[in-house]
């Protein structure tokens, strides 16, 4: 019986989407963003190629050229490769939206956000927070990005155990907190507590972001974040799999995505343990499941952090294991590629990009060489494993 494997290469775009013009990093709009073709040209000028051989011979290169009609000279084409270009309808550009539209559930509504730069959360959330964890007040309380917050607050943190909350141009609500001094059982129960107040709002997640340090030696997040996002609201391709008999593998946050409804196995970690846990897979998951995986580090350690060049070694680390799992695939296995947004490294500001993104295909799967809307992966998916779509 076939299997599915299903990655998303986190904030891994190619080229603004047609509504870019709509969306905007502080003052300059998305329009023009290409997270991987710029990372490309990024590396050519410091004289080094950007090297990606398994993702070019899947068709990474041809996608590119489809979305913004550029080939570069690391990027070429491949004429026998399965390829598309996705779109997302979903309105944002943010990690459920994108998630959730691969699985087949397209985001109509809109999003809240908090747009407020400073003093960004209303009363009765700073309210909550203090009665749930005991304090006196929260630190931050703006949008921030999550390293340079750390850096501001970690020590006050650390002295008054008042949670470090903040936001971004995402629908989000974020909660650092050190990990031994504030405790991390202690965050995830606040932001557990928390998350029904916040999702109320139409706020699509609550993250604890823990990390460890001092003054002295510096502050460093650890592997241990945890998102809470609101649940689904209709079926997606995960639960179309559960009813239909077969096992569901979360690798990496996809758990936390889609909170954890009809996840049979879930596992986390560094996306070093995570690709270990990736090619483990195509040995032992069963006959007709779903194995569904996030690789975050593009978006959280180097897209955030405006770092091509370790943008450019992440992609590298990426086409290098992904080219172990391809081999160890079965003759009716399925691999999608693909990614939820971008991230543009080179762009202005720190938030994601409104990009198109790639699918890149391996498997029993017919040539697609063109673009479609996100949600056909879901199609895909559920065709390969004669999985009923249900309908929302």
């Known amino acids: 019986m076939p299997r599915v494997f299903l990655v998303v290469m986190d904030s891994v775009g190619i080229g603004g989407a047609p509504d870019a013009d709509k969306y905007f990093n502080g003052e300059i709009s998305d329009f023009g963003s290409n997270t991987v073709l710029h990372i490309a040209q ?14 070019n011979s899947l068709g990474l290169g041809s996608a590119i050229f489809h979305s913004v009609g550029i080939e570069h000279p690391d990027l070429p084409v491949s004429n026998n490769a399965n390829w598309a270009v996705g779109r ?36 009765e959330i700073i309210k909550s927070i203090c009665e749930i964890s005991g304090v006196n007040g929260i630190l931050g309380n703006k949008h921030a990005s999550g390293i340079e917050i750390i850096e501001e607050f970690g020590q006050f ?17 974020q909660i650092a ?42 502050w460093r997040r650890t592997k241990n974040r945890k998102d809470y996002a609101m649940v689904p609201p209709s079926p997606v ?27 049979d196995f879930n596992v986390t970690g560094s996306d070093a343990d995570l690709m270990q846990q990736l090619e483990e897979h195509t040995h032992f998951a069963d006959n007709g499941s779903l194995i569904f995986a996030n690789f975050v580090e593009f978006d959280s350690l180097y897209g955030h952090r405006r ?21 160890n695939l079965l003759e009716d296995d399925l691999l999608i590629i693909t990614a939820d947004h971008g991230n543009d490294p080179t762009w202005s500001g720190t938030d994601h990009t409104r990009e198109q993104v790639p699918i ?6 017919n040539l697609i060489q063109s673009e479609i809307d996100l949600n056909v992966i879901a199609a895909l998916a559920s065709s390969h494993l004669g999985v009923a779509i249900e309908d929302p």
């Open 42 to 55: 990024y590396m050519e000028k410091l004289g080094r190629p950007l090297k990606l051989p398994q993702l």
């Open 157 to 173: 943190h650390v002295e008054t155990s008042m949670p470090i909350c903040y936001t971004s141009a995402d629908s989000v609500f």
């Open 307 to 327: 770092d091509p060049l370790g943008y450019a070694k992440a992609l590298e680390w990426f086409d290098n294991g992904i080219a172990s799992v391809v081999k």
């Open 88 to 123: 997302e309808t979903s309105k944002g550009k943010d990690t459920p939206s994108g998630h959730w539209e691969i699985a087949g559930l397209p985001v109509t509504w809109d999003w809240h956000y908090f747009t407020e730069k400073t003093n960004s959360f209303p009363k």
């Open 360 to 365: 890149l295909l391996h498997g029993k799967a």
């Open 177 to 218: 907190a050190h990990e031994t001094a504030f405790g991390l059982d202690r965050l995830y129960e606040l932001c557990e507590k928390l998350s029904p107040m916040i999702h109320s709002l139409n706020i699509g997640r609550v993250i604890a972001r823990p990390f460890l340090g001092s003054k002295d030696e510096g």
């Open 237 to 263: 391709l995960i639960d179309w799999v559960k009813a239909a008999g077969g096992k569901t593998y979360s690798i990496g946050k996809i758990g936390d995505i889609f909170s954890m409804r009809n996840i």
